[in-house]
């Protein structure tokens, strides 16, 4: 149960976990039956998670990348045929490290999703505040994979246009954070956010975006690209 | 096969030089005996019989050394000839025609024949044993075999003589491959690369006997190569086997369309050069085996890091996971009050995310997951993108390679983009990957202080190795204050050197 700011009782989100390990599953599982939202099931491989789908429709699923049989891209895979099937159902995926290939992969799959690398669970707030933002609807990328993308270095690098405010900024655009967000981050007003946003878009000559989803896709591929 | 037909193709060149040099033999046959006697003329005390003869025995000599037997021996009938008519010119007759005289021509005739076969083998030989040196000299080079077997049947057709060469391998299914083949200029050859063993021929003899075996009527030639033969105008075959290590591999057979039979000693003569070819075969096996090794070694290896790689993140990493997410449970179940405990375990579970990070550092050199999945681009971008250097990557394709090369390659980018940000100083790394049909080259270039030294213990050691098992080539420029290049360049397919 999650009680909202106006004190009505808000339904708990669904969400399903599927990840070979019993131990991890569990304790995830436990993590957020803890925190208010309603476990509707566990699997152990991506077959099993597609007839969880299918059959408990959950609204978030849960899933380890790498899964028997072949130990690989199964997660990935199940992501792509749940958006197919069911659009609606937000994704997060947790992987043992992070590549930008992908990131895009997934994010070019629609809104309402997550990849972030496993050990992330363990920072118990941050992780539930991201299952819940991606339950709302936004679009989170791991801060590491944002931190390399930022950090690798080029020459005659549109990066160094911009100020060090800009980067932090433009580096939380690409961890999903919305501009109200990113001022609870940084400790700005919205205000100051937007300012700096459209400074950044100008001076990297990217398309303003309708919505955060978008956004970070956008970024995204900017930074990879550069 | 690249160059399994060098020896069908004789150059124009070769072809003149042939046909003035048997010009040439009989001239000096014919013309000899007469100069000389033409020489002799205005000097009348030479002509007794016996005289004459001596000198002419000179050019008998000549013809021997130029020309071989035959034009030897029609040098000995003109010197009988002119040294008759001189005498009869000079006297007006034999002196005792039957008698003194005919011992005279009869000891020069013995004499000059065996002159003309003594030096005519001499020669013979001399050519032969030239032609085993220059054969022998590509074997040492550890030239590629098809180059061998090019030079053998050349060898082979032009001192035998034969009209054609031609070297086969036997394969497993009872047919023979004709790799290499030679054949005097305006001699048609059989054009196919495969036969079906079997019938009356040369080649079937010898596979199926392990010896030399000879047809000197082609007439009776029986099964695919025989009748193809036969077609062809063969008359007289000779073949040798080629025995490598024990095993019977192929056969070297020379073939002549002419009436003359080869002489008894040809097999004899063929073996010592189908003895080379073996050898020849033998080294690039065993060069092959090698490499195949080393490849193998590296494969293990890498396998081993793949392993370990898994093993890691699916084991120890995802282990340590949920032993801090259950620390994070029994901190959430401790009653608020007891904060000490709940401090203590707070930082528990930090340390342990910390040493899962640390196990992500640790496999950090591994080839990513990103390499199988999605190729030499995305991966080397990610290496890229970890570059403490700047780097200004150029991809020719995306490409999917064979997964041999695609690790090779990656090991040989992550390892230059290592040693460059250790010693090179360099401000920029440029990394170009350009890839064709036939071969993958990569080549790694800074602007550093060069000079690194291979051979001191860096990781270019151990890149020179995985990619010569690849059957690649890898070159190091580095002159001091201009920086490194390194070049690579692996092959799509390694050359299978002649072996079945």
Not at chain 1, 152 to 157: E, L, M
Not at chain 2, 114 to 140: D, Y
Not at chain 2, 201 to 213: E, I, S
Not at chain 2, 275 to 289: C, G, H, M, P, T
Request: charged share 25%.
């Amino acid at each position: 149960m999650v009680v909202d700011d106006t004190g009505a009782k808000e339904r708990a989100v669904r969400i399903a976990i599927a990840d070979d390990d019993v131990l991890l599953r569990e304790g995830l599982a436990s993590l957020l039956a803890r925190s208010g939202f309603d476990v509707v099931g566990q699997a152990g491989d991506a077959v099993a998670l597609l007839t969880l789908v299918r059959e408990r429709e959950p609204e978030l699923v849960i899933v380890d990348i790498r899964m028997p049989p072949t130990h690989s891209t199964e997660g990935l895979d199940a992501a792509r045929s749940i958006r197919e099937e069911h659009p609606a159902v937000g994704i997060l995926v947790l992987s043992a490290h992070v590549e930008v290939e992908e990131a895009i992969e997934l994010l070019a799959g629609g809104e309402r999703i997550g990849y972030l690398l496993k050990s992330r669970v363990t920072d118990v707030g941050e992780f539930i505040d991201t299952v819940a933002r991606i339950a709302r609807g936004a679009s989170i990328v791991d801060p590491s994979l944002i931190q390399e993308l930022v950090a690798a270095r080029r020459r005659n690098d549109p990066l160094a246009l911009l100020t060090a405010r800009e980067r932090e900024v433009l580096a939380l655009m690409a961890e999903g954070c919305s501009n109200a967000g990113i001022g609870r981050r940084l400790w700005v007003t919205d205000g100051t956010v937007e300012k700096h946003v459209k400074s950044i878009l100008t001076k990297l000559q990217l398309p303003e975006s309708p919505d955060d989803h978008r956004r970070v896709l956008a970024v995204i591929a900017f930074l990879e690209a550069r | 096969m690249r160059n399994a037909f060098r020896g069908f193709v004789t150059s124009a060149c070769e072809r003149r030089s042939l046909a003035r040099r048997r010009r040439a033999d009989w001239v000096v046959a014919i013309a000899g005996p007469v100069i000389i006697t033409a020489v002799l003329l205005p000097f009348g005390s030479f002509f007794a019989l016996s005289s004459v003869l001596l000198f002419v025995l000179l050019a008998v000599i000549a013809a021997a050394l130029i020309g071989g037997l035959r034009p030897a021996l029609t040098a000995v009938a003109v010197g009988v000839l002119a040294g008759v008519f001189l005498h009869v010119r000079h006297y007006g007759g034999l002196r005792d025609p039957l008698g003194v005289d005919l011992a005279k021509i009869l000891a020069f005739v013995f004499v000059g024949v065996a002159i003309a076969i003594l030096v005519g083998e001499l020669t013979r030989l001399a050519a032969e044993q030239g032609a085993l040196r220059r054969v022998a000299t590509l074997v040492a080079r550890a030239a590629p075999p098809d180059e061998v077997f090019a030079s053998v049947t050349a060898e082979i057709g032009l001192l035998i003589p034969a009209d054609t060469t031609q070297i086969y391998r036997f394969e497993r299914d009872r047919t023979a491959s004709n790799i290499a083949r030679w054949s005097k200029p305006g001699t048609d050859l059989p054009a196919a690369a495969r036969w079906k063993l079997g019938g009356h021929n040369v080649t079937t003899l010898v596979a199926r006997t392990g010896r030399p075996a000879r047809i000197d009527n082609r007439a009776d030639g029986t099964g695919e190569i025989g009748t193809e033969a036969r077609a062809a105008g063969a008359r007289t075959s000779v073949g040798a086997p080629i025995v490598v290590e024990g095993e019977l591999w192929g056969v070297a057979v020379a073939t002549s369309t002419g009436g003359r039979r080869f002489r008894g000693d040809t097999e004899a003569r063929l073996a010592a050069f189908t003895a080379l070819v073996a050898l020849a075969i033998a080294n690039a096996e065993s060069r092959d085996e090698l490499a195949a090794s080393r490849a193998r070694v590296l494969a293990a290896a890498d396998e081993a890091r793949r392993r370990i790689e898994r093993d890691l993140h699916d084991g120890t990493q995802q282990r340590l996971t949920a032993l801090a997410l259950e620390l994070r449970a029994t901190e959430a179940a401790v009653p608020p009050d007891m904060t000490g405990i709940r401090t203590q375990l707070s930082r528990t579970a930090k340390g342990l995310a910390a040493a899962v990070d640390d196990l992500q550092e640790i496999s950090r050199g591994i080839p990513p997951a990103i390499l199988s999945k999605g190729g030499l681009g995305p991966a080397i971008k990610a290496l890229a993108r970890r570059s403490a250097i700047p780097v200004e990557l150029e991809l020719s394709s995306d490409t999917r390679l064979p997964e041999r090369i695609e690790v090779g390659a990656y090991y040989v980018v992550s390892e230059a983009l290592t040693n460059a940000v250790k010693h090179s100083g360099a401000s920029v790394v440029y990394i170009r990957v350009d890839v064709d049909d036939l071969v993958a080259q990569i080549s790694i270039r800074d602007d550093g202080v060069g000079g690194a030294d291979p051979t001191r213990g860096s990781g270019l050691t151990g890149l020179q190795d995985r990619v010569e098992s690849l059957g690649g080539t890898f070159e190091i420029a580095n002159s001091v204050g201009h920086g490194t290049a390194i070049l690579a360049r692996i092959a799509m397919e390694s050359g299978d050197n002649g072996r079945r």
